[in-house]
């Protein structure tokens, strides 16, 4: 059983963000993570390894601090990893992600691809599927149960109160969703041969691709500009005893607020 697992870093979700000058650009504090969600997609891959045999193989489309997040796969028990190393590629819109990472499976073989639902700093989860679209495989989203049998996988998909129970045929892609497991904390051996592996890089022209597919002009997708969240108004306290301080609540939410 080959799986292959995309794999994105991502601002820490403590790092500080600014809006750029600019109003379309951010100013991100240098500090990363492995995103989220595929953590669960890495771990689900593992434990399918583990289950069917077969060996795991990181994919990352990034600059070089993208190397990170592929170094944290190896700790956790991926057999190997790749690089696509871009920046521009990586900046622009999901498009241009999904066929850098089409192009580069196109070279593998495999049974399954597992992701993270989305990326937690654009939050578009827009790329499996583009990638499933372009592979012309079968996608099943926000996975919160997977079980192989057969060369065929039962998936349950966690919708908007309710589950969906799908069955597809290999290979095929999914996207994993909070609740699939309880991605394992790297032993400090994993750590040690993650720090020595060697990750082999491809350049976007390995992939056939040009960089000025990936400008700004030739973008699905623009920027208009960002908009900071609203503020929030600030809290207010109400000394007194608890019938005098209900009392004055009241008074405030019908004369000043009007909410009542």
């Known amino acids: 059983m080959d799986i292959i697992v995309l794999v994105k870093q991502v601002p820490d979700p403590e790092a500080l963000v600014e809006i750029g000058a600019s109003g379309k650009d951010?100013?991100?504090e240098p500090k990363f993570a492995v995103n989220l969600f595929d953590e669960f997609a890495l771990e689900e891959a593992l434990r399918i390894k583990e289950k069917h045999g077969g060996k795991?193989?990181?994919?990352?489309?990034?600059g070089p601090k993208a190397m990170e997040a592929l170094r944290t796969a190896i700790a956790m028990g991926a057999d190997e990893a790749v690089l696509i190393e871009d920046d521009a590629y990586?900046?622009?819109d999901g498009y241009s992600t999904a066929l850098a990472l089409f192009k580069a499976l196109e070279k593998e073989t495999f049974d399954i691809i597992l992701?993270?639902?989305?990326?937690?700093?654009a939050d578009r989860g827009e790329v499996p599927q583009m990638v499933a679209q372009f592979l012309g495989l079968p996608h099943v989203g926000v996975v919160v149960k997977l079980d192989i049998s057969d060369g065929k996988a039962m998936a349950e998909s966690s919708l908007e109160g309710a589950k969906e129970v799908v069955e597809v045929d290999l290979p095929a892609v999914f996207t994993a969703q909070k609740g699939l497991n309880e991605p394992?904390?790297?032993?400090?051996?994993g750590v040690m041969k993650a720090m020595k592996v060697q990750i082999p890089k491809l350049t976007i022209e390995d992939l056939g691709l040009t960089k000025d597919?990936?400008?700004p002009e030739n973008s699905k997708t623009q920027i208009v500009r960002y908009l900071p969240p609203k503020k929030r108004p600030a809290v207010q306290l109400i000394?007194?005893?608890?019938?005098e301080a209900a009392a004055e609540a009241v008074r405030i939410l019908v004369d000043i607020e009007r909410v009542i």
Request: hydrophobic share 50%; glycine share 8%; no cysteine.
């Open 213 to 215: 597919m990936a400008a």
């Open 56 to 62: 795991v193989k990181a994919l990352s489309l990034g």
């Open 26 to 28: 951010l100013n991100i």
């Open 115 to 121: 992701t993270g639902r989305q990326a937690i700093d």
């Open 90 to 92: 990586a900046a622009r």
């Open 239 to 243: 000394p007194g005893e608890a019938r």
């Open 184 to 189: 394992r904390v790297p032993l400090i051996t």
